[in-house]
T-cell receptor, first 113, second 113 residues
């Protein structure tokens, strides 16, 4: 049981480039989330999904897109990278219902230059 | 905007001392209050959580105190150890809504030997 896995671990992008951050969970969780964490700050929710085919915006969705074609995968897409997107990105998953524990992946560190 | 305010931003405690981190929230619809622990280079992991029907929850050296009327909750770490040195985040979630968490800004704890 690997839990939540994220790839890549680290990436440098040039301004205007695009990339996809991958997230996979093997716990059969319905709910999945993408957060960004800026230095010395808390986690901000970018997008979340309550099941395959269902996604919704979080607090800071601008500049990002997501899709959820399977229960296991929840990729995050950056279309036109900007320096403001330099951050550490965390994917998380949880069961639906009363058990609300979110399980986090190890994170992807992104640097946009 | 839903907010969770956390203090202090950083905390230095001697080994064996008590670490106390405080959080305050605004939204009375929140019904689940977890604390997450994050070590450098890792994703956050659930430490302990409480629901508003109890005023205190203890797990080992970690205790959450909850004051519903004041809309405040706090984490107490008894007999703090150098291994407890990490960043701690409080969070809050409301019933339904995809179990989304609103995080506080984090507290960087250093326990000196």
């Amino acid at each position: 049981n690997a839990g939540v896995t994220q790839t890549p671990k680290f990436r440098i992008l040039k301004i205007g480039q695009s990339m996809t951050l991958q997230c996979t969970q093997d716990m059969n969780h319905n709910y999945m989330y993408w957060y960004r964490q800026d230095p010395g700050m808390g986690l901000k929710l970018i997008y979340y999904s309550v099941g395959a085919g269902i996604t919704d915006k979080g607090e800071v969705p601008n500049g990002y897109n997501v899709s959820r074609s399977t229960t296991e995968d929840f990729p995050l897409r950056l279309e036109l990278a900007a320096p403001s997107q330099t951050s550490v990105y965390f994917c998380a998953s949880s069961y639906s219902g009363m058990e609300k524990t979110q399980y986090f992946g190890p994170g992807t560190r992104l640097l946009v230059l | 905007q839903q907010q969770v305010k956390q203090s202090p931003q950083s905390l230095i405690v001697q080994k064996g001392g008590i670490s106390i981190i405080n959080c305050a929230y605004e939204n009375t619809a929140f019904d689940y209050f977890p604390w997450y622990q994050q070590f450098p280079g890792k994703g956050p992991a659930l430490l302990i959580a409480i629901r508003p029907d109890v005023s205190e929850k203890k797990e080992g050296r970690f205790t959450i105190s909850f004051n519903k009327s004041a809309k405040q909750f706090s984490l107490h770490i008894m007999d703090s150890q150098p291994g407890d040195s990490a960043t701690y985040f409080c969070a809050a979630s409301r019933l339904g809504g995809g179990n989304m968490l609103t995080f506080g800004g984090g507290t960087r704890l250093m326990v000196k030997p």
